[in-house]
């Protein structure tokens, strides 16, 4: 008698967008954090020995870029890397598509950050490796979105039911964008969206959890988030204003203190970097989810590159 080992797959060969993502693709993504939970205790594995990942960055980045290497390195694969907007394809005119038909060449997988929407599904559409979008511009940013799920998840227990406040630049912050769809999968949510007016959500989205039956109000007031679940600040977008002095004029629109927070039970979480949106002494508190949050990000991306990587998974 034969004995098949069967493993769970995700339903996607390259990750594009948020919306490909499907509630039994997180359930599969979660279970190998767990494992990966383990293995990074461990110090890490081979599982991915001889697989190089392209890790192509035409935007800034600190976080999203170290956190893939350092997945990478941790299952024992290597890197070969390119940053900043000078790097020489781009500065030469070379397309996207070129740049990544290349990579295709000398790497297993591919992450990309790059400053305009819809880069990212270009991209793909050339790429004969698993392909992974590290944020592009102002639209999406799903392995963000995926984090921050699972430390949602983490730290409260569970999704479902859950109360979630999102404060900052809902217009331009891509991590809201892609957290939002991915909590919204849930039965139960509700949403408190807090902004300036210029910097709301994008009406796409609160139009699609109106369809599913998502509740949500929008406010400009910070104090309505302290009473919820979750908090989640974020940064004005500085690099996306086209007038400086509209930036400087919203940058400052909410800071959370220690005081705020007295005798709340709300997970605060931010996915960094922050500016002046969360005060110092937040992290004096057990609320202070922020860099157990970046911690997760290399968990969950060891897992992406293990399921992306393994040779039986083929959707
Ligand atoms: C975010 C991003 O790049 O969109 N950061 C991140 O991925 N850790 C948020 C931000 O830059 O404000």
Not at 3 to 10: E, H, N, P, Q, T
Not at 179 to 207: C, N
């Amino acid at each position: 008698m034969e004995i098949y080992s069967y493993r769970m797959a995700l339903s996607f060969h390259h990750l594009v967008s948020t919306a490909q993502i499907h509630q039994e693709d997180i359930r599969v993504l979660f279970d190998e954090a767990a494992r990966m939970e383990e293995v990074l205790q461990q110090g890490g594995d081979d599982r991915c020995h001889g697989k190089i990942l392209a890790s192509l960055f035409y935007e800034p980045s600190t976080r999203t870029r170290l956190s893939f290497e350092a997945a990478m390195r941790r299952l024992g694969g290597s890197v070969v890397s390119a940053e900043g907007i000078r790097f020489s394809s781009l500065y030469k005119g070379e397309s996207i598509e070129d740049t990544i038909r290349v990579a295709s060449q000398y790497a297993d997988i591919i992450c990309m950050r790059h400053p305009d929407i819809g880069s990212a599904e270009r991209a793909a559409s050339v790429s004969s490796i698993p392909f992974v979008n590290a944020g592009d511009g102002p639209g999406d940013h799903p392995t963000q979105g995926l984090l921050d799920l699972y430390t949602i998840s983490k730290e409260r227990g569970g999704i479902e039911g859950l109360h979630i406040a999102i404060a900052g630049d809902l217009l331009f912050g891509r991590t809201v964008h892609s957290v939002s769809q991915l909590v919204a999968l849930y039965e139960g949510v509700h949403f408190t969206f807090i902004s300036p007016p210029e910097l709301k959500m994008p009406r796409k989205y609160l139009t699609a959890f109106a369809e599913r039956g998502v509740a949500y109000m929008e406010t400009e007031d910070l104090e309505a988030g302290f009473g919820a679940d979750v908090l989640y600040m974020t940064r004005i977008q500085k690099e996306r204003f086209e007038d400086l002095g509209e930036y400087e004029r919203l940058k400052g629109a909410y800071t959370l203190t220690k005081k705020h927070l007295k005798g709340r039970g709300v997970t605060v979480m931010h996915p960094l970097p922050r500016v002046d949106e969360i005060a110092k002494d937040v992290e004096d508190l057990p609320n202070a989810a922020y860099f157990r949050q970046v911690r997760n990000g290399l968990v969950i991306r060891m897992a992406l590159l293990s399921l992306m990587l393994d040779p039986h998974h083929s959707p």
